[in-house]
């Protein structure tokens, strides 16, 4: 059973588009984190989000906690080809919960 | 460097054979993780410890899993009578679990280490 689904599952996009991915769960979690991950390596920390309608922004990368802390939303502005990779969510109780993950590809 | 380290990075293995892996969290991090990942999947949890104490175990990890974190720094994963289906990338993380209500709140990752099993 996934508790947190994420879509789209993979995203193919020209550089310099907007794209958004969603992470989305019936359960309600204390924080909510976005990774990145490339090929062959570990999970990068992006951000991490704890109050309910919150907006933090990393740049071009905006994120959004939902008001009832069960879903979540990553923004990207104008994409550029090093956004590429694997962006995964993790809903955080006692252990962390990841999504399914979203493949980006970002095309010059 | 302070980030998590997880040696080997890279294991190929017979089928059979026994493989053990370990990871070193951030040192004044009092969780850590270890998660299975398959090409283009989110990380599978496997189990975590508080300190030394194993606190939970995915009902996915066979008994040829087993976990240690002995002192409560670095933790090893054993990996016993290696099968294919075995073959992923395998990541530990380590957190800081805050006092109020032991809600882990960030979770840093290593780099993993990919195991092949021909």
């Known amino acids: 059973t996934q508790l947190l689904e994420q879509s789209p599952q993979f995203l193919s996009i020209q550089e310099g588009e907007n794209l958004t991915v969603y992470c989305n769960s019936s359960?309600?979690?204390?924080?909510l984190q976005w990774y990145r991950q490339e090929p062959g390596e570990g999970p990068v920390l992006l951000v991490t989000?704890?109050?309910?309608?919150e907006v933090k922004k990393l740049k071009r990368l905006t994120f959004q906690f939902g008001d009832a802390r069960k879903d979540s939303s990553l923004h990207i502005t104008a994409a550029q080809t090093g956004d590429t990779g694997l962006y995964l969510c993790?809903?955080?109780?006692?252990?962390?919960?990841f999504g399914t993950g979203t493949s980006l590809t970002v095309i010059p | 460097d302070t980030g998590v380290s997880q040696d080997p990075r890279h294991k190929i293995t017979k089928r059979g054979q026994n493989v053990t892996f370990r990871c070193d969290p951030i040192?004044?991090?009092?969780?850590l993780y270890w998660y299975r990942q398959t090409l283009g999947q989110g990380p599978e949890f496997l189990t975590y410890?508080?300190?030394?104490?194993?606190?939970?175990k995915s009902r996915l990890l066979s008994d040829r899993f087993s976990a240690e974190r002995p002192k409560g720094s670095f933790s090893t994963l054993e990996i016993q009578r290696t099968e294919q289906g075995d073959s992923a990338m395998y990541l530990c993380?380590?957190?800081?679990?805050?006092?109020?209500?032991?809600?882990?709140?960030?979770?840093?990752f290593g780099p993993g280490t990919r195991l092949t099993v021909l």
């Open positions: 040192s004044e991090h009092n969780r």
């Open positions: 993380a380590s957190s800081l679990a805050r006092s109020s209500g032991g809600r882990a709140h960030e979770q840093f």
């Open positions: 989000v704890v109050t309910g309608g």
């Open positions: 410890f508080q300190n030394e104490a194993q606190l939970e």
């Open positions: 993790a809903g955080a109780w006692n252990q962390f919960y």
């Open positions: 359960s309600v979690f204390s924080s």
